[in-house]
């Protein structure tokens, strides 16, 4: 797995480093790693390969070779916080055994706190937006909503770190609120799109291998349980059949990833694919929008 440093880290860094607060942010950063390797062990633990970690002022973007399944998603999403919060537990708990290191660790504890609460809160593109985005049923208006949420979410730390210079200034709410703000609005397209379809991606590992295969499903399958079917070793052809087996249709992945962005996901795949529930319907082979009977 690699670690790769996004150029508003580096500038989070050099700020706080002038600003006096290196050993604040060395504790932010061994935090952040501690984070994000969690992600990573969780993933590897679900059977996923991860691909590298972006580091951010607000944590790191983890970029992998596939996409999750709702419950894997919220579990992954959930590893980073829970591990901060039992480091933060484990420190608080040894300044019981050992008063004198609380000097020491107080920094550390304050980081791992820090990132378990504010990566729960649901405003994209913290931890908490993937859990609720998970959840949600309509995943386009819950992106935008999340998109938002984590603006007015940025937009609040900054106000905060404004207000602070009149008691006791908080330079790292500030820096951690703009660059919220950076990663809700420049969000790309692709990266909204790899959200909603939920599916693996269609660039397959071809110097590992690509298996040619076929699926079937039933007429009434919900497209949110044919997309963890795509993987990144095998070009997959799916088969719509009926109670009976019998083929009504087929489709290819490019076809699949259209329907994902077009119907929401809870729509059986016949009814996405316009099918009339008919016994003597001829099969068709539907790709890129085009149906053709034979």
């Not at 150029?7 to 952040?32: D, E, Q, S």
Request: proline residues 4%.
């Amino acid at each position: 797995m690699k670690i790769k440093v996004h150029p508003a880290f580096i500038a989070a860094a050099l700020l706080m480093i002038f600003t006096g607060n290196a050993v604040a942010f060395c504790a932010y950063t061994v935090a952040i790693l501690a984070h994000e390797t969690a992600h990573s062990r969780m993933a590897a633990l679900r059977g996923y390969r991860m691909g590298s970690i972006t580091l951010m002022p607000y944590g790191g973007v983890i970029n992998g070779g596939e996409r999750y399944s709702r419950s894997d998603n919220i579990l992954i999403a959930l590893a980073g916080p829970v591990f901060n919060a039992a480091v933060a537990l484990l420190i608080v708990a040894l300044w019981w055994l050992y008063p004198s290191i609380y000097s020491y660790t107080l920094g550390f504890c304050v980081a791992n706190a820090a990132l378990c609460a504010v990566n729960l809160l649901p405003l994209y593109p913290l931890d908490g937006s993937r859990i609720v985005y998970s959840l949600a049923k309509n995943k386009l208006r819950a992106l935008k909503v999340l998109r938002v949420l984590g603006v007015l979410g940025g937009a609040a730390l900054v106000v905060y770190n404004a207000i602070s210079v009149f008691y006791t200034y908080n330079l790292s709410a500030g820096v951690m609120g703009a660059f919220l703000i950076y990663g809700a609005i420049f969000g790309t397209g692709e990266e909204s799109y790899m959200h909603v379809a939920h599916a693996s991606p269609l660039n397959k590992d071809y110097d590992g291998g690509v298996e040619l295969r076929t699926v079937m499903v039933g007429e009434d399958t919900p497209l949110l349980k044919i997309l963890p079917m795509v993987r990144r070793d095998a070009f997959t052809t799916f088969l719509v059949v009926d109670g009976d087996g019998k083929k009504r249709a087929e489709f290819s992945e490019e076809t699949l990833q259209s329907l994902c962005v077009q119907e929401p996901l809870t729509t059986p795949v016949a009814k996405a694919l316009g099918l009339r529930k008919s016994a003597s319907a001829a099969p068709a082979i539907i790709g890129n929008k085009k149906k053709q009977q034979f």
